[in-house]
């Protein structure tokens, strides 16, 4: 008699939901009425058919669709798809995302959703509301964003060139049932995301020396520097050398003398595929290897102390502003070398800070390269972070941990600078090791979305 009475309220149900003499109210409550939580037996039984014959087709009266049903399953949940327009689908779902807290950054209120499809995948879906705009992006897909400032308005995020819109219905319906599920039982569900969300779109570190142990093939920075000078930079960093200023900071300098440090650079760290002719002149070299954004420091008298010293104050009539004269090997924003002279913020007395720079690990070893023959020459140099290139050499950082959908572009900037992540790989890129690597690595907390009314 009880699965009798079950299947008679979804026939009926399913019958007046497709007429489109029945009014959107009434379908409405009518489903609210004879669908939710099913009992075991029923949602079996649905999943049991083939998916084509459970779906149906939409279709039109006087060329306007009337609402189509199609199932979608959600464990033991079943949730009706109707065919609705994209904004009144937002609309509702910014209804019900009030009933949850949010958290603040300047003046943006944000919820972070992270829910499963009907299918089991998982998404990560963000939205902020600033003003009275909200903003919608599929952080774990290729969605992309959308704004919604108003009702009936919906358009692509500023940055979202290639969102898809034929792909948010579905999302935000399945992102609609989750909150309803977490209204119930935000612990339960809660629990389910700390347990069931993938690792490979979460974001985490591990110890950089698990990493080279496990890993022959990895690249080694101190394989590519040398043992001899790798524990020479080690000791320059370890006695203090690089923090003294007697030894990092010149009295005096020129551009010329500048340029020589230059040349000494470029050949230290000679490319297999660059031609570094020795018998140019430092200022030469730069010409050929530097940015060429150069500030006028290419046009002041080379030999002139005077003259260096009012171009780095920004007093001479030839300096200019917006270059990069200090970006000695070119790059991308991160992926450059650079070799910078400023006034050190405590000196009384117009002496140098020269500071060498280059983090990214494709440029890396070029750069001690460089800082171990200008030590070398007997001149004072100094390298940014010192104490990280020390970690680096001895696999004490820690490698970051990227979620799939994120660019190796400036990912190790995801991470916070006292974590000492430089290098980045995805958890995919484990491979047969992640067995053992994984319960090394120290996972971010995954976002809790409350319900205010909890």
């Known amino acids: 008699m009880v699965k009798a009475y079950y299947f008679t309220m979804f026939a009926y149900g399913c019958l007046c939901l497709s007429d489109p003499n029945t009014s959107k109210r009434n379908q409405h409550l009518l489903w609210n ?6 009992p075991d037996w029923w949602y079996k039984f649905l999943c ?21 049903t199609k199932l979608l399953y959600f464990r033991r949940r079943i949730t ?9 689908l937002l609309f509702s779902f910014v209804q019900e995302i009030q009933a949850f807290h949010y958290t603040i950054s300047s003046l943006d209120h944000i919820w972070d959703v992270l829910f499963p499809s009907q299918d089991d995948k998982w998404h990560h879906l963000r939205i902020v509301k600033y003003m009275e705009s909200y903003m919608f992006v599929d952080i774990s897909g290729n969605a992309g964003g959308l704004e919604f400032p108003k009702p009936e308005e919906v358009r692509p995020s500023y940055g979202f060139e290639r969102t898809q819109p034929d792909l948010w219905p579905e999302l935000i319906i399945a992102a609609l049932a989750w909150l309803k599920r977490l209204r119930k039982d935000w612990i339960a569900n809660s629990k389910r995301v700390q347990l069931e969300f993938p690792l490979d779109l979460r974001q985490g570190i591990v110890p950089h020396s698990l990493i ?3 890993f022959p093939e990895y690249y080694r920075l101190d394989v590519s520097l040398g043992q001899g000078k790798t524990q020479k930079i080690i000791d320059l960093v370890e006695n203090g050398y690089l923090r003294r200023s007697e030894h990092t900071e010149p009295k005096s300098l020129t551009a010329n003398e500048y340029f020589a440090y230059c040349k000494i650079a470029y050949i230290a760290a000679r490319r297999e595929d660059e031609t570094v002719d020795e018998n140019l002149s430092g200022r030469e070299l730069y010409r050929l290897f530097a940015d060429g954004r150069d500030d006028g420091l290419l046009q002041i008298d080379g030999d002139s102390s005077e003259e260096f010293s009012t ?12 270059g990069h004269p200090w970006e000695i090997k070119r790059g991308g924003n991160t992926t450059h070398i650079n070799l910078a002279v400023y006034r050190p913020p405590y000196s009384q ?6 500071e060498l720079s280059g983090e990214f690990l494709g440029r890396m070893a070029e750069t001690l390269h460089m800082l171990h ?24 950082d820690f490698i970051g941990i990227i979620p799939a959908n994120e660019s190796y572009h400036r990912a190790n900037q995801r991470f916070r600078k006292d974590q000492d992540v430089f290098e980045v790989m995805y958890y995919k890129d484990l491979g047969r090791y992640k067995r053992r690597v994984t319960p090394f ?5 995954l976002p809790l979305l409350l319900p205010i009314d909890r």
Do not use: C
């Open 441 to 445: 690595i120290t996972w971010e907390p």
């Open 373 to 396: 023959a200008i030590h070398e020459a007997g001149l004072p140099i100094s390298i940014t972070n010192p104490e990280a290139v020390r970690k680096r050499l001895l696999a004490q």
């Open 212 to 214: 080279r142990s496990s």
């Open 48 to 68: 049991s058919k083939q998916r084509k014959n459970i779906d149906t087709e939409l279709y039109k009266v006087d060329d306007k669709t009337i609402v189509g």
């Open 349 to 354: 007395d117009g002496r140098y800070a020269i």
């Open 311 to 322: 171009w780095i104050d920004h007093t001479h009539p030839l300096r200019e502003v917006g």
């Open 33 to 38: 009425l004879f669908i939710g939580e099913l």
């Open 80 to 88: 009706m798809v109707k065919e609705s327009r994209l904004d009144q």
